[in-house]
């Protein structure tokens, strides 16, 4: 009989700790916004940065059945096309020109509605497929990258700009599940986790001081 290899012992530990953060900063996120329509969107984002490290927290720690472990499978990747499509809703709406912020969200939202039925339609596929789609809806500023450059200024530009290729790196980690320092301890999965740990800090950094000041 074969068992399955025992997970590494810091698995899902790091988004456990970055879980714990998004839920102590999004009141205060969401307080912040002026008005009904930008605390919505920011309460949008700020939860769907707590679900994506809490679903990812319970799945990976927590030693699931089989079919309560493909459920949070599904939902684990579900969360993470929901919250990079919430990210980019308050750089749409506050800060782009009304054309490219139209542009944006529906490239966006319809890339991950694509996206999750494509996967729970083929929850099995191989990493890297799964990894695609990711990619192709984090980078969905490229095709107003120069409105983008000029409403939002060089610090938050950058900020998005590192915390996207933090995450493409990220996403390749997992597609190619290299490195892999410590198998046992510390492995290709959490090396991509802490890039997506670094990536959403700089987009919350971003969003926050950058963003969020011109939604009034």
Same mark, same amino acid.
């Given at each position: !009989? /074969?068992?399955?290899?025992?997970?590494?012992?810091?698995?899902?530990?790091?988004?456990?700790?970055?879980f714990?953060?998004a839920?102590?900063?999004?009141?205060? !996120?969401?307080?912040?916004?002026?008005?009904? *329509?930008?605390?919505?969107?920011? *309460?949008? $984002?700020?939860?769907?940065?707590?679900?994506?490290?809490?679903?990812? +927290?319970?799945?990976?720690?927590?030693?699931?059945?089989?079919?309560?472990?493909?459920?949070?499978?599904?939902?684990?990747? @579900?969360?993470?096309f929901?919250?990079?499509a919430?990210?980019?809703?308050?750089?749409?709406?506050?800060?782009?020109?009304?054309?490219?912020?139209?542009?944006?969200?529906?490239v966006?939202?319809?890339?991950?509605?694509?996206? @999750?039925?494509? $996967? %729970?339609?083929f929850?099995? +596929?191989? /990493?890297?497929?799964? *990894?695609?789609? $990711? %990619?192709?809806?984090?980078?969905?500023?490229?095709?107003? @990258?120069?409105?983008?450059?000029?409403?939002?200024?060089?610090?938050?530009?950058?900020?998005?700009?590192?915390?996207?290729?933090?995450?493409t790196?990220? *996403? %390749? @980690?997992?597609?190619?599940?290299?490195? /892999?320092?410590?198998?046992?301890?510390?492995?290709?999965?959490?090396?991509f986790?802490?890039?997506?740990?670094?990536?959403a800090?700089?987009? $919350?950094?971003?969003?926050?001081?950058f963003?969020?000041?011109?939604?009034?």
């Open positions: !009989m /074969n068992f399955p290899a025992p997970k590494p012992l810091f698995r899902g530990v790091s988004h456990r700790a970055a714990i953060s839920l102590t900063l999004a009141p205060l !996120m969401i307080v912040k916004a002026p008005g009904v *329509a930008p605390r919505f969107i920011i *309460a949008l $984002y700020s939860l769907s940065v707590v679900a994506l490290f809490g679903v990812s +927290a319970l799945y990976h720690r927590i030693d699931w059945s089989p079919s309560k472990k493909t459920l949070m499978q599904k939902i684990d990747h @579900i969360t993470i929901v919250a990079i919430a990210t980019y809703t308050p750089v749409a709406v506050f800060v782009l020109s009304p054309w490219a912020g139209t542009l944006v969200l529906w966006v939202w319809l890339g991950a509605t694509s996206g @999750i039925v494509i $996967y %729970l339609r929850p099995h +596929a191989p /990493n890297w497929a799964v *990894a695609l789609p $990711y %990619l192709i809806i984090g980078w969905s500023l490229l095709p107003v @990258i120069t409105d983008a450059w000029h409403q939002l200024g060089v610090a938050a530009f950058l900020l998005l700009l590192l915390g996207g290729l933090l995450y790196g990220g *996403a %390749l @980690i997992f597609a190619f599940q290299k490195p /892999n320092p410590w198998p046992g301890t510390f492995g290709f999965h959490e090396v986790h802490l890039c997506t740990i670094v990536g800090t700089l987009h $919350y950094i971003a969003i926050a001081f963003v969020l000041p011109k939604a009034g």
